[in-house]
């Protein structure tokens, strides 16, 4: 039972950081109608960015850390205004490819400058286990998860009451109408990458501080596919709650299959099986917007 | 086809007719001239690529079919490909011979396809996509763990194939096979874009709404599509896992896919003619970077280290560079030479 109860709260933990990265998913998603493949590459070099700051310019890791949230900000505002405004109005296909491209470019950086190797971070949090429940839960994954439910409140107070938060959700709702609104679209669309860019880089400094990060870190951002679908595509809230379950169903899922079928790397797939059993069943997710169409 | 000056038809036979006019038949009679002589000419390294280019022209004309010609975006078809150099692999093992397992393999591989092509009858657009790299990630783990069948990690190992006593067991011959093979299938996808069901594909692309009012059945030619776009996907994995004489799951991962998609956008979507430019293209273009770094490494030492990033990366700036400049890709670029050839000493 133990054994359930410890892959539930590693489950928990990796789920958070799912639906961080989910949460940028989906902010792009809502406000620009873009498919991010590109998603764990960005969160793989804000994790690259806070290792080189922290380990090879010595900066304390508080510093650190700001610092990356800012060359996030200019990487996503770079990559919106040189990649994807040329794609406005094209169709899915090309968009789809774009970021792909996107994400290839950005692995390659990643490899020429750091390496393939895996890279620790430093020693940030003490070492001893908290017990919850009876069970000891390292202090890095409390931090994770209180960090990730955080950045979830922060943006859920953004875009319900900020004047900001509200012009995106207009945006997202009819174009149209919102820069007839006088709102910015174009900067409503750099302003969905930047949160993008951000959120996702502090997933990657979290996950640096959990495993070691190195140049696979990027599929990641193929998990995230699962969880936004599982919440619906363009839902804050589902992004958060699909990140957790598959996270909790990925990692139980694999324990069940190591321990009673003897199958191993189960959790590659688990996910992506539950995947494609909610696209035939309720393809808009649990809080998705409904699209009434017959195929 | 636009048509040219001078040039008649006075059936529609003959406007259909694949290749319009002396001058055609002539170009493309060259060109098989030239290929066929490209053994005696060529050193290995060289025919090595020629052959991987017959292979990646196959591949890229099967995903066309799919992406270019029906509309339905697949990140699966990697996963397809393996799915055909299993197939292939495990058949001919058995004793079962090459020219029955190659078309066995594309049909396992067409079931195969048409399975994960049902979601596409619920599914549009980028939820498709999911699904069909849903489909590349499950079919990976198969590949992986279904140890009886695959071998598993270790792979199947192959001998070189063998029809009616000849072994194809030299690069030129493999040539000869693989450039047989590509040819049949360009025949058969062009046969087929001209047809009725090729036009019921590009309505399905064009406005899924209408070609159902006019007559389209969305079901049958969508599963259609997947079953044809999968059959050549699996006959160009068997040619790869014979080529090789190696079967393994690493090379049919999403980046595989990736490539294909890539090289129909490069080519050109929904052009059997793009496909192939495509293909070439994207096959030649990491044998030119590893050409370049080997050249570059005389003025810079170590410029070789960075091999394998820089195939990624330049690999994303061309998509990333031709999808905005030249959303069309190659197949427009060789039209407008084609026409500034016709025009040439006056412009206008």
Not at chain 1, 182 to 198: E, M, N, T
Not at chain 1, 230 to 250: H, P
Not at chain 2, 126 to 132: F, G, K, Q, V
Not at chain 2, 227 to 238: D, E, P, T
Request: hydrophobic share 55%.
């Amino acid at each position: 039972m133990e054994y359930y109860l410890q892959l539930v709260i590693n489950g928990l933990v990796v789920g958070s950081i799912y639906a961080l990265v989910a949460l940028g998913f989906v902010v792009i998603y809502k406000a620009t109608k873009v498919v991010n493949f590109a998603q764990g590459e960005l969160v793989m070099v804000g994790a690259y960015a806070c290792f080189s700051l922290t380990v090879e310019m010595q900066l304390p890791f508080l510093l650190s850390f700001l610092m990356t949230l800012g060359f996030s900000v200019v990487l996503g505002l770079a990559i919106e205004r040189l990649v994807l405004r040329p794609m406005i109005g094209e169709p899915i296909i090309s968009v789809v490819m774009v970021t792909i491209g996107l994400s290839s470019i950005l692995k390659s950086l990643v490899q020429m400058f750091w390496g393939t190797q895996i890279q620790v971070y430093p020693q940030v949090l003490p070492q001893e286990p908290y017990f919850v429940m009876g069970v000891p839960v390292a202090p890095v994954y409390i931090a994770a998860f209180v960090l990730s439910a955080l950045l979830f409140a922060i943006f859920s107070v953004f875009f319900k009451y900020s004047r900001l938060g509200v012009a995106m959700r207009a945006t997202a709702l009819d174009q149209c109408a919102a820069a007839s609104m006088g709102i910015g679209i174009k900067s409503i669309f750099a302003l969905s990458w930047c949160i993008a860019a951000v959120v996702s880089s502090v997933g990657g400094v979290i996950l640096g501080n959990i495993n070691g990060i190195n140049a696979q870190l990027g599929h990641l951002g193929l998990k995230v596919f699962p969880a936004v679908i599982l919440g619906g595509l363009d839902s804050l809230l589902g992004a958060a709650l699909g990140g957790i379950v598959i996270g909790v169903l990925e990692n139980v899922c694999d324990g069940a299959a190591k321990q009673l079928l003897g199958l191993g790397g189960f959790k590659e797939v688990a996910a992506f099986i539950v995947l494609v059993i909610i696209l035939m069943v309720k393809p808009y997710g649990f809080f998705g917007t409904k699209q009434i169409e017959r195929v | 086809m636009q048509g040219k000056c001078g040039l008649f038809f006075e059936s529609y036979r003959e406007e259909a007719a694949l290749l319009v006019g002396g001058f055609q038949k002539a170009r493309f009679a060259a060109l098989l001239v030239v290929l066929c002589v490209c053994p005696f000419v060529l050193n290995a390294y060289h025919l090595s690529i020629l052959i991987l280019i017959n292979i990646a022209v196959v591949g890229a004309v099967s995903l066309n079919l799919l992406t270019g010609m029906c509309g339905q975006i697949s990140l699966g078809h990697g996963a397809f490909l393996g799915v055909g150099a299993y197939a292939c692999g495990a058949l001919t093992l058995q004793g079962v011979p090459f020219l029955v397992a190659l078309p066995a393999a594309g049909c396992i591989t067409a079931a195969t396809g048409m399975l994960f092509g049902i979601p596409s009858l619920r599914l549009k657009g980028i939820y498709l996509a999911i699904a069909t790299l849903a489909a590349q990630l499950i079919l990976q783990y198969i590949f992986l763990h279904w140890d009886a069948v695959t071998g598993g990690s270790i792979g199947l190992a192959l001998d070189p194939p063998s029809i009616a006593g000849m072994t194809f067991d030299t690069d030129e011959k493999m040539f000869y096979l693989t450039l047989g093979v590509a040819m049949v299938m360009l025949v058969m996808a062009s046969n087929l874009m001209r047809s009725r069901h090729g036009r019921a594909f590009v309505a399905i692309r064009d406005f899924y709404l209408s070609a159902e009012i006019v007559g389209v059945n969305l079901f049958a030619y969508k599963l259609m599509a997947f079953a044809v776009s999968s059959f050549m996907a699996g006959v160009a994995g068997g040619l790869w896992g014979h080529y090789l004489q190696f079967v393994t799951p690493e090379p049919f991962g999403l980046g595989l896919s990736i490539s294909y998609l890539a090289m129909c956008i490069i080519g050109g979507l929904g052009s059997i003619q793009g496909a192939v430019f495509g293909a070439i293209f994207l096959t030649l273009l990491p044998e030119v970077l590893t050409w370049l770094l080997e050249v570059g490494s005389a003025v810079f030492p170590g410029a070789s280290q960075y091999l394998v990033a820089a195939k990624e990366g330049v690999f994303g700036l061309v998509l990333v560079l031709f999808l905005i400049f030249e959303p069309e890709g190659l197949q427009r670029r060789w039209r407008l030479f084609k026409a500034w050839c016709k025009l040439f000493p006056f412009a206008y």
